[in-house]
């Protein structure tokens, strides 16, 4: 144990750190949820691009930088250090990204790497529908095989960034005779094929975050599915970790709402009447800590060529409740304020980005398979209790 | 950065585990409890003949010389077979003070490399009563005592102290206070040097506290799950149901989350124990909360078993309940972590999780210097 960074980790830190105070926009970016603010996140992730700092974790030849898990973090520390915009591509490049590495050919790898990498293609992710929301396996939308295509029919939902995406990765049923998790494959769609239409779905902020996608008789090359037929849900499950486990959530977003968190109590902590405000601040601040020596353990086993397992469900747990434990208290320090709606640019524009993170906050313990699923998944694997 | 253990340091956990299987069990801890003492010198002998009494002990002196670090996992499976020895407390605690003191008064060197070797060897007992524990556990057992007098520091041997025995929660622990009278003769270092030494001691105190909570709380949830899978109501096992499986699996996720705060604080502790109040503080608050937690949790799946004094469940649950307030509790030890928060020139921020010197570069960027981090 020796939990000192190298000199070569702290010169990396002041590489992205250099960069990073050269590169981000100085106006804040819309939201990635407009159309507007889409292409102006579009227009960071190329510059990001150029920089190789898009994806730092992937190998040189895909346009990474091939950096190890300790290197991810301090990168990522930096990033929410620094304020940058939130990563309009992270269903690609976070959880896709991977998984085409793991699954892909080498012609797939040639054709969706690089476009994701550069920012020109941003992907949404389509694996609900109206059945299968934490039952996945219920899934009834098909892709049926006719000659060098599938013929896809059905309905996705909840597809976040599918609005305003490019492309959505998906899971169809392509043995019709199937059941369950048996005949499912993993196929990419372009969201501007025929017969696609995209009908938005406004969130709790107003916004379109996610979409309804419609599929009839659309027709893509076989050459978009990701392994063989009938591997989905296996592929699905690694993207599934990848979401759960360390790439979706890095401390470091945590561990920037808990320092501005401090720093709202610091300012108002003499106007607020509520006993118990002083603790959940030290809970915050405490729990997005443990957060990020978690990772750094779990980075230093993988490296040390351990693996990540049922665990994994535990860190969804812990970052979604710590998420809306931080905007919950944040709301409480701002007491009758907290509802305020800014002005568009007005000077006042953090009590903005409190009830927009508290907002976000509610989707934490749903998206990415609900805490009451990852509760059954600690229990049965984990725990190894009796399936029910 | 590497935040793995190394293959010596899993054995020697290993062997301590395989020896603590054999020698503690519900039934030994129990026979304990019919006994005066309550103390096995059996069990205590063999701990200091694999050298885990003296682990922290200098080489010259007969010990290992090894640190926290080396400890922490050890500590941590004391609490996993809820071992009521105080090994934790003497292999950490006063045999670092005891060193300490032979540094800082070398007319205290001859007596305290002694009384070092006699704690490798197992041969006596030295208790450091720090003033956050009104109570000692084990006072009656010690030859030795290491006592506080504002700050200053004094070695009483066991007539020059007179006990008043106090009946603990938990049957396994034999709690006394303390009485005394300090005098020049007794005085070992003055308040000043001894501010130092209280302070390191309590952080040691309050980490041997959490790693055996760790532990604790480890056991408990894994007796649980055993007890949900074999308990059957309405023609199945209990921990097939989700309202079984949800509490239990609410205790793995503050296990997870509290093992590697304890295992930083036993590194922080190792390098600079003066400057690990942060650390030890989460470590501690961390590992109180899932045992805890598992307590509550654990009790609940027993159903009426839960609460009987023959389901073991209450060795492990009543030893929780007693170390949560031990070494500082909750309060004090949250009311560290806020006063740092409040101070002005405390740094924060994930660049600093590791401490301000650790992230040794300044691009100018900063504002201000930085100065204070909660090491």
């Known amino acids: 144990m020796e939990l000192v960074y190298t000199a070569e980790q702290n010169a990396f830190r002041a590489e992205v750190r250099e960069w990073l105070a050269q590169h981000i926009p100085a106006e804040p970016l819309a939201s990635f949820d407009t159309s507007e603010g889409f292409e102006q996140h579009r227009e960071w992730e190329k510059t990001l691009a150029k920089g190789n700092w898009g994806m730092v974790t992937w190998p040189k030849a895909y346009g990474g930088r091939g950096c190890n898990l300790i290197e991810w973090l301090i990168f990522e520390e930096e990033y929410y250090r620094a304020e940058a915009p939130l990563r309009v591509n992270q269903n690609g490049i976070f959880l896709l990204g991977p998984t085409l590495m793991e699954y892909g050919s080498d012609e797939q790898k040639a054709r969706f790497i690089s476009k994701m990498a550069s920012g020109e293609e941003i992907w949404a992710q389509g694996w609900s529908e109206p059945g299968a929301g934490s039952d996945m396996a219920a899934i009834r939308s098909t892709a049926v095989r006719d000659g060098d295509e599938y013929v896809i029919n059905g309905q996705k939902v909840w597809s976040t960034r599918a609005v305003f995406a490019d492309w959505v990765f998906c899971i169809f049923r392509t043995d019709p005779e199937s059941s369950r998790h048996r005949g499912l494959s993993f196929v990419f769609v372009p969201l501007d094929a025929e017969g696609v239409t995209v009908r938005p779905i406004e969130q709790l902020n107003g916004l379109p975050g996610f979409a309804e996608i419609f599929f009839d008789n659309v027709r893509v090359p076989a050459f978009n599915r990701l392994g063989e037929e009938g591997e989905g849900w296996k592929i699905a499950m690694s993207t599934a970790g990848f979401e759960r486990g360390l790439m979706l959530r890095s401390p470091a977003r945590f561990q920037q709402s808990a320092k501005r968190l401090v720093e709202l109590y610091r300012q108002k902590r003499q106007d607020i009447l509520d006993s118990s405000i002083e603790d959940s601040v030290v809970r915050c601040y405490m729990d997005a800590e443990a957060y990020a020596l978690s990772t750094y353990q779990t980075a230093s086993r993988l490296m040390a060529g351990g693996s990540i397992g049922a665990e994994s469900s535990c860190n969804k747990i812990f970052w979604s409740e710590l998420d809306l434990h931080i905007y919950s208290t944040a709301m409480s320090l701002l007491g009758a304020r907290a509802e305020i709606i800014p002005e568009q640019g007005a000077a006042d524009d953090e009590l903005g980005s409190w009830l927009d993170g508290f907002l976000f906050a509610q989707s934490g313990p749903i998206y990415a398979g609900t805490n009451e699923i990852q509760r059954n998944i600690i229990a049965e694997r984990m725990l190894e209790m009796p399936r029910g | ?375």
């Open chain 2, 1 to 375: 950065m590497d935040f793995t253990f190394n293959q010596d340091q899993m054995a020697f956990r290993d062997s301590l585990a395989s020896m603590l299987a054999d020698a503690v069990s519900s039934e030994s801890i129990r026979a304990r409890w019919q006994t005066q003492s309550g103390f096995n010198r059996d069990t205590w002998q063999q701990l200091a003949e694999m050298g885990i009494t003296g682990m922290l002990v200098p080489v010259a002196v007969g010990g290992m010389q090894m640190d926290e670090v080396d400890f922490v996992m050890l500590a941590e499976e004391c609490g996993r077979v809820a071992l009521p020895e105080p090994l934790v407390d003497i292999a950490q605690v006063s045999t670092r003070m005891l060193a300490e003191l032979v540094q800082a008064n070398p007319a205290f060197a001859e007596q305290g490399n002694a009384l070092l070797a006699q704690l490798a060897d197992g041969s006596a007992l030295v208790i450091a009563g720090h003033m956050i524990n009104p109570y000692q556990n084990f006072a009656s057992e010690a030859d030795y005592f290491l006592l506080p007098h504002g700050e200053e520091v004094h070695l009483l041997s066991r007539d020059q102290v007179s006990l008043t025995a106090h009946k603990s929660l938990d049957p396994s622990r034999r709690l006394a206070r303390i009485e005394w009278t300090p005098a020049a003769e007794t005085r070992i270092v003055d308040g000043q040097q001894g501010a130092l030494l209280w302070r390191a001691a309590l952080n040691r105190g309050a980490l041997g506290a959490a790693a055996q909570m760790l532990g604790l709380a480890q056991a408990m949830l894994a007796q649980t799950v055993q007890y949900s899978c074999d308990r059957e109501q309405f023609g199945k096992a209990i921990g097939s149901n989700q309202a079984v499986k949800h509490l239990l699996a609410d205790c793995a996720v503050r296990i997870e989350f509290a093992r590697p705060v304890v295992y930083r604080a036993a590194y922080t502790t190792s390098v600079e124990p003066q400057r690990a109040d942060c650390a030890v503080s989460h470590a501690k608050t961390a590992a109180a909360s899932a045992a805890l937690l598992c307590a509550r949790h654990c009790t609940q799946v027993h159903g009426a078993m839960g609460y009987t004094w023959e389901c073991d469940l209450h060795i492990w649950a009543k030893r929780s309940w007693a170390l949560d307030k031990n070494w500082g509790d909750e309060g004090f030890h949250k009311n560290r972590i806020h006063e740092w928060l409040l101070n002005p020139r405390a740094l924060f921020g994930a660049e600093y999780t590791f401490g301000a010197s650790n992230t040794a570069f300044d691009l100018g960027l900063e504002s201000g210097k930085p100065e204070e981090v909660c090491a």
